[in-house]
């Protein structure tokens, strides 16, 4: 007679895998990268490759060389990282500050805690906070080459010019006239990060990873709902003070930061009302660091710090036990 076989649930498994479903993720984020290349040419080509080059690497030597564990660079994951490290940092960042990068967020955020599933903050924005903080003149040049598509256009994102103009004493409608800041420019702006470049881009990722049931629209959506309604009531209260809600939606790391990293699996909560308290949270974490904070961006540090508060979302959702009748 055959042995039977007992294991833990779940014991019926659907067709998806971390390699697929890490897959669909790099195709989402195809739209974006291919319109920063169109725009900036080799220096965002070179800035993909080393991101993605240095990651995987660096997760192939820790694994198979210091933690002498199973080598899982072929589920995409060090690919991704690796993706928004090179999104997320000026298109003049020099290779080497972004291989630093890379160590930070593979190394640190993510072996050290012992691998994909393990880790507590998303790996690409710690990478990213710790270039801030260690090269902030770098990580703030928004030059670009000569050979791109802007033909060297340079000076400081409209985050950092509102944030700026404020502190001079300028009202909003002096910065938005002096600037000619329109909504449709900010659908493509010249300014800013390779991922900040296309909102259009970035939407389209956005839908891909719905459709094909990647993710799920409560964080990002709920992150949407309260930057809107939150930045809308302080605009209402003074609109020459306060950006408002359509401004904070398509300016920034916002759409890149709400679409692909406040969803990463292992950082964000499981249940449906733990993801809606988790994207509130950094909603109202990015308004308060971008109105009231010396910094003009605040989506990655507000992540970062929601992060830490998944484990207690977590253990206050707690999904329904399976066969548990419904109250």
């Not at 030597?61 to 589920?75: E, G, N, P, Q, Y």
């Not at 090269?135 to 000076?155: C, H, K």
């Not at 989506?299 to 999904?319: E, G, R, Y």
Request: charged share 10%; hydrophobic share 50%.
């Amino acid at each position: 007679m055959k042995k039977l076989l007992v294991s833990p649930s779940p014991h019926i498994h659907g067709k998806e895998n971390t390699k697929s479903l890490m897959r669909d993720v790099v195709i989402a984020l195809l739209p974006t990268v291919a319109v920063s290349i169109y725009c900036f040419g080799l220096s965002a080509l070179k800035l993909a490759l080393v991101g993605v080059l240095a990651c995987v690497a660096i997760e192939y030597v820790i694994a198979k060389f210091v933690l002498k564990t199973k080598v899982t660079i072929c589920d995409y994951s060090a690919v991704i990282t690796g993706l928004l490290l090179a999104l997320n940092v000026p298109i003049n960042t020099p290779w080497w500050v972004l291989v630093i990068g890379s160590i930070v967020a593979i190394g640190v955020a993510k072996m050290t805690f012992g691998g994909l599933g393990q880790n507590l903050f998303n790996p690409a924005l710690v990478g990213r906070v710790f270039l801030l903080i260690s090269f902030p003149v770098i990580m703030t040049d928004w030059s670009v080459p000569a050979e791109t598509l802007f033909d060297g256009v340079s000076g400081a994102t409209p985050l950092g010019i509102v944030k700026e103009g404020l502190a001079q004493g300028l009202t909003l409608s002096q910065i938005y006239e002096a600037n000619n800041f329109s909504y449709a420019q900010m659908l493509f702006t010249r300014i800013g990060s390779a991922g900040e470049i296309s909102a259009i881009a970035l939407l389209l990722g956005f839908v891909y990873l719905l459709v094909r049931r990647v993710i799920r629209p409560h964080i990002t959506l709920s992150i949407w709902a309260t930057v809107f309604v939150f930045s809308g009531i302080l605009w209402l209260c003074n609109p020459e003070q306060f950006t408002d809600p359509i401004f904070n939606l398509l300016t920034g790391g916002m759409l890149l930061g709400s679409i692909f990293m406040a969803t990463d699996y292992v950082t964000s909560p499981m249940e449906p009302k733990g993801m809606v308290i988790f994207g509130v949270g950094i909603g109202i974490i990015t308004i308060l660091i971008r109105e009231f904070g010396a910094y003009p961006e605040g989506i990655s540090f507000a992540i970062l710090i929601m992060n830490a508060t998944v484990p207690l979302i977590n253990m206050f959702c707690k999904p329904k036990r399976f066969g548990k009748e419904a109250k």
